[in-house]
């Protein structure tokens, strides 16, 4: 214990003392081109890119690692009647991003707890002022939706909201969604309810995932069944989660030809 103190002191020290500000693309020189350095770094450009790099107009704040994760996970649902909801609003930009790149026929709603967000409603999207640790907001919000395609979680970046935004929504998403939990660097500081060895880190919670999915192979009970009964697959990022929604169904397998006749 007084180790895992002493380290995550440590941790927190660092923290301080270098920040997010080291991670600025503008104390780069060869990476201050932001499409140069979607290209160079991470093989990524087209529409998505084009979007977030002409921008002119809200703020909107990405990681640049992020673009190609949104491409590879929302590319299927561009230019259809998609229920899309991102939990975090901030200066507007991102929704304004999202409906250029989902297109008019997107319902796209955005979720954030600060009032003054409500300025940015009907403009790109429908706003709605809450919190997102409340399920019965989150319920209404999908009520009023008629359902969701797709969740971002670009919310609060808190260990406890995180997973309670989780087993509200992942049984409301569509059979075939998509759930994106954003920002997850969050999950190693203390000020997040995170930390290294923390039992608040959202990556434990999500090791608990993955051992509930593996279910039929040990004798544990599952312990977030919730979301694990209905995740086909969870996909990690450096800072992203995504959890598919899809049945569980228990596996089979088969000797083809079989031989004894018994397939």
């Known amino acids: ?25 503008s104390r780069y020189p060869e990476r201050a081109d932001v499409r140069q350095d979607l290209k160079t770094s991470y093989g990524f450009s087209g529409d998505l890119a084009d979007i977030f790099c002409d921008n002119t107009g809200k703020v909107v704040h990405k990681w640049h690692h992020f673009l190609p994760i949104y491409e590879r996970h929302f590319a299927p649902y561009r230019n259809r009647p998609i229920r899309f909801l991102e939990i ?16 008019p026929e997107a319902i796209i709603f955005g979720i954030d707890i600060d009032p003054e967000c409500a300025a940015f409603d009907g403009i790109d999207g429908q706003v709605r002022i809450g919190s997102q640790a409340d399920p019965d907001f989150l319920r209404a919000v999908v009520a009023e939706m008629g359902g969701i ?44 309810g995170g ?37 086909r697959s969870i996909q990690i990022y450096d800072s992203i ?19 004894d006749g018994d397939r």
């Open 149 to 192: 395609d797709i969740v971002l979680d670009d919310g609060s970046h808190v260990m406890a909201h995180i997973k309670r935004t989780l087993e509200t929504l992942f049984p409301l998403l569509d059979p075939a969604g998509v759930y994106m939990i954003e920002d997850l660097h969050t999950a190693y500081w203390r000020r997040f």
């Open 241 to 259: 989660c995504v959890l598919e929604k899809g049945r569980k169904v228990m596996p089979l397998h088969s000797q083809i030809p079989s031989p």
């Open 1 to 25: 214990m007084v180790i895992d103190s002493a380290y995550q002191a440590l941790q927190d020290l660092l923290w301080r003392g270098r920040g997010l500000g080291r991670f600025r693309s």
């Open 195 to 231: 930390g290294f060895w923390r039992r608040g880190n959202f990556f434990n919670y999500t090791r608990q995932l993955v051992d509930d999915m593996h279910s039929w192979y040990h004798v544990t009970m599952p312990k977030h069944p919730v979301v694990s009964d209905i995740c």
């Open 88 to 103: 975090g609003v901030s200066r507007g930009g991102s929704l304004a991003m999202w409906r250029k790149y989902f297109g």
